[in-house]
Nanobody
């Protein structure tokens, strides 16, 4: 079974910075896309940033409001994805979830499966 473990959330003042980390562990044959989603109270879960890894290198995509403030990166040797968040705003307050698209084994079948972390709270005070 694959597990995603997040760390780095917390309380920060508006304009501050935080760095989230998410490490994937377990039986894996490869990790494709990794990313971060967030869910604010009463809102739907939304994509924050995603990073792919293919033969052409890593490609990134960001939600419009964060693209000039957040940076996603990954360390393939550690199966870890990071989210560097700067110039945080109160509207960034949410639970942040790590996501990974993994080539692994489920019920004895090798395939591509999606996994999610347990979520880490980010609170930005005004």
């Amino acid at each position: 079974q694959v597990q995603l473990v997040e760390s780095g959330g917390g309380l920060v003042q508006s304009g501050g910075s935080l760095r989230l980390s998410c490490a994937a562990s377990g039986k894996m044959f490869g990790v494709n896309d990794m990313g971060w989603y967030r869910q604010a109270p009463g809102a739907k879960r939304e994509l924050v940033a995603i990073i792919s890894d293919d033969r052409s290198g890593s490609n990134t995509n960001y939600e419009y409001d964060v693209k000039d403030r957040f940076t996603i990166s990954r360390d393939n040797a550690k199966n870890t994805v990071y989210l560097e968040m700067t110039r945080l705003k109160p509207e960034d307050t949410a639970v942040y979830y790590c996501y990974a698209d993994v080539v692994g084994v489920r019920d004895g079948t090798i395939g591509k499966y999606e996994y999610w972390g347990q979520g880490t709270q980010v609170t930005v005070s005004s």
